[in-house]
């Protein structure tokens, strides 16, 4: 499986992004998905996830309430939506993928990784 993230950018304090991730040669829509990211000087951490079907997802604290996790199979692209964005949200972000029975925050549970997409948050 491979997996393009793209949709980073510069954006204010408050403002908005929508990151996507397209994935390829595999298949997508078997595979519960993640976003990570990782800021300078610190450890990748866990974003949110979201089941093959749709039908769960899981966020880290930090984000509840403010991004959203989506999935579009037809597509094989998963989404996540970022609202009110704060300086401390800045970092390179992730998506992976993993054939599981249950959402995981693990990221050594992750078997597939995309390059990673830049966003900043100025304040």
């Known amino acids: 499986v491979q997996l393009q993230a793209s949709g980073g950018g510069l954006v204010q304090a408050g403002g908005s992004l929508r990151l996507s991730c397209a994935a390829s040669?595999?298949?997508?829509?078997?595979?519960?998905m993640g976003w990570f990211r990782q800021a300078p000087g610190k450890e990748r951490e866990f974003v949110a996830a979201i089941r093959w079907t749709g039908g769960s997802t899981y966020y880290a604290d930090s984000v509840k309430g403010r991004l959203i996790m989506s999935r579009d199979s037809a597509k094989n692209t998963v989404y996540l939506q970022m609202n009110s964005l704060k300086p401390e949200d800045t970092a390179v972000y992730y998506c992976?993928?993993?054939?599981?029975?249950?959402?995981?925050?693990?990221?050594?549970?992750?078997?597939?990784w995309g390059q990673g997409t830049q966003v900043t948050v100025s304040s």
């Open positions: 992976a993928a993993r054939w599981g029975t249950i959402l995981t925050a693990r990221k050594n549970e992750y078997d597939y």
């Open positions: 040669g595999g298949t997508f829509r078997r595979y519960d």
